[in-house]
């Protein structure tokens, strides 16, 4: 079991910044990767970012590539995802999530190759 805490999210003006964090308990954090994904009222959960075991690899949606950027502290068992320049577009409900079993390279940006998820924290970008 992995239990994945967020905090972070609230309301920004568009070209704002936050930080989100996903604080993990339950498993030895550094043999996990994680991902963020995120759902717009009305939409599909959709990737935005993943980084590997050790923090070494990344990956990022198109929609949020050169914006957003996914690290993790191995010692603290947190996640982040620093967001700038942020777009009415980037409302959403922000969710963290753990691939325990590791995903086959084809699969990291999919919903159903994560095996635990936190409560989401919403993020608000008005205009």
């Known amino acids: 079991q992995v239990q994945l805490v967020e905090s972070g999210g609230g309301l920004v003006q568009a070209g704002g910044s936050l930080r989100l964090s996903c604080a993990a308990s339950?498993?030895?954090?550094?043999?996990?990767?994680m991902g963020w994904f995120r759902q717009a009222l009305g939409k599909e959960r959709e990737f935005v970012a993943r980084?590997?075991?050790?923090?070494?690899?990344?990956s990022y949606a198109d929609s949020v590539k050169g914006r957003f950027t996914i690290s993790r502290d191995n010692a603290g068992s947190t996640v982040y995802l620093e967001m700038n320049s942020l777009t009415p577009e980037d409302t959403a409900v922000y969710y963290c999530?753990?691939?325990?079993?590791?995903?086959?390279?084809?699969?990291?940006?999919?919903?159903?190759?994560?095996?635990?998820w936190g409560q989401g924290t919403q993020v608000t970008v008005s205009s």
């Open positions: 999530a753990a691939d325990v079993n590791g995903g086959l390279p084809w699969t990291l940006t999919e919903v159903a190759t994560y095996d635990y």
């Open positions: 339950g498993r030895t954090f550094s043999s996990i990767a």
């Open positions: 980084v590997g075991r050790s923090g070494r690899s990344t």
